[in-house]
Every structure is written in C-alpha cells, then in structure tokens.
C-alpha cells in the first residue's frame, strides 16, 4: 500500500506541474532594438519607439540591394534619427550588423546633402512581416538602411546594409587603423593608393586586413597570407567579380560585383592594393 500510494501521489505531482506549466504564457522574444552612440553616449530605440516617431514615412525604392526589386517600407531618415549628432569630417557612421558586417557610411550621405540620395531607417512591422531576401531564409530586417532618390543606384551596395544592430560615429577607418595605409612613400598617383580607398569602401565591410577592421564575415586579407600570394592575378580578379566562378559552397557569403558597381579598372586597384600590402604585414 505505502508504494502504491507514494506512486499515485507522484503521478499527482508530475501531472499538476504540467498542468501548471501548460497554463503560464510562453516567454516572447525580445523586441528588437537599434542603439546609436557617439562620443561615448548610446541612445537605444525598440521597433515599437521608431514606428511611433512622427518623422516616420512610407517610402518605395527602386534599387533595392536586398531583394533585388522596388520595394515600400515605413521608414525614419537617418538625417533626423542622427540628429543633434556631431560628425566630423573625417569621421564615418558604422552601421554594424547581427552577422558581423559592417558598413562604412559617410557624413554626406547620412547628413542628406546630395537630394538625389537620401537615406532611411526602414523598420520591419512585428505584424507585417517582410518576405525572405532571395536565396535566404530571413528577411532584411527589423531594421534595414535604404536610399532613395534619383541618386539612389550610385550608392554602393555595401551601404544598404540589413539586419542593423547599431548606428555609430567613428573616426574614418585608415585614421582608426593606421595598419590599413599604404607606404607613405609612394608616388601620390600610385594605383595602390586609389586602391586602398577602394578596398576599405568595398572589403572592409567583410574582411580585416592586418587584423585592422570589425567586420568578422571573412578571413583576414593579410595575414598569414595575402590573396596575390597565393591566387594568379586572373584568379583573384575572377574572385572579386563573380566569387562562384573560383569556388563555391552553399554557405558562400561573398556578393560579386557588377560592372555597375566595381569596374574591371577597379578591381585591377584593388588587386595592387593588396599585392603591395603582401609586403607591409603587421606582425
């Protein structure tokens, strides 16, 4: 009997926890949250806040990075929402990205001096989801940069950046990381010069060289190798422009580049850009 009744009385049990179990809520996930920091002081925005702004606006692209087609969203521009905000001259507003990308944006374009590119916020509603980006699996939010404008197709695709977790004023990445610069000596016309621009507008937001740089997607481009040295140059250039013509794999991350976006003239300074960081590595 006392087995028997031990047994009934922990069947008992189990069952009123379940029950207990079953009738409390499901814990929901955190509302998603946008912080934008400079000089040392972070303001954070949850989606509910920035849908509520009274600059918020229904807006359309017509080159839309992320999905590829004219799209509308409910949008704050980033001129308002970096209000009150210094940012210097050779200062850059980071956008950094849940995947680790990281997006280098400008002061003139943030600031909307060209009306012909005008950058937004746009913000993904809880109750009306944005469909998956082509090809994957998530959509482009819940907080997206986007452009609009007649200007709009000039602005690289590396500044539309998706799944934006914070907005930040930095100093200008070669001022930042000085192990990103060209040798000093080098003639002002030098093509590694202009490719080092390149670089840090198109690569950085991907890749660190010499270990300088946050984004965290890609493998570091100096260290311990350089790719010029060990990829032909054909190969490399191939590489950059259309990255599953070299090798490919179903988790590949690499965008490539239309001649739209990055000339075969661009690539090439690109390239001795890299051939002559090969011999400027930071041990």
């Known amino acids: 009997m006392p087995f028997m009744f031990n047994t009934m009385l922990g069947w008992c049990v189990a069952v009123g926890l379940a029950t207990v179990a079953a009738a409390m809520p499901l814990s929901t996930a955190a509302e998603p949250t946008l912080a ?9 925005f949850d989606r509910d806040a920035l849908l509520a702004r009274s600059d918020i606006a229904e807006i359309a692209t017509t080159r839309d990075v992320a999905y590829g ?16 905000i210094d940012i210097p001259a050779d200062a850059v507003v980071e956008a950094t990205a849940e995947d680790g990308y990281v997006s280098q944006l400008g002061r003139e374009l943030v ?15 809880a109750r009306e989801p944005w469909p998956p980006m082509p090809g994957k699996d998530a959509s482009a939010g819940p907080f997206y940069v986007v452009w609009i404008g007649a200007h709009a ?3 690289a695709p590396s500044n539309w950046p998706y799944h934006v977790v914070t907005l930040s004023v930095e100093d200008a990445p070669t001022k930042r990381w000085p192990a990103l610069v060209v040798d000093p000596m080098l003639p ?14 198109k690569c950085l937001n991907c890749h660190t060289l010499n270990r300088a740089g946050l984004a965290t997607i890609g493998p570091d481009l100096n260290l311990p190798m350089n790719p010029t040295e060990y990829l032909t140059e054909m190969g490399l250039r191939a590489l950059i422009r259309d990255p599953q013509s070299v090798r490919a794999w179903p988790e590949l991350a690499m965008p490539g580049y239309s001649q739209h976006d990055l000339s075969d003239e661009d690539i090439g300074l690109i390239v001795a850009y890299l051939r002559h960081m090969a011999g400027r590595k930071s041990r």
């Open 36 to 44: 934008v920091s400079a000089n040392g002081v972070t303001r954070t």
């Open 111 to 125: 600031e909307g001096n060209d009306p012909g590119a005008v950058g937004y916020l746009a913000i993904e509603p």
């Open 153 to 155: 197709a000039t602005v």
């Open 188 to 201: 002002a016309l030098d093509p590694a010069r202009r490719g080092q621009a390149l670089f840090v507008s």
């Open 69 to 84: 087609a004219p799209r509308r969203y409910r949008a704050v521009p980033l001129a308002n929402l970096m209000k009150g």
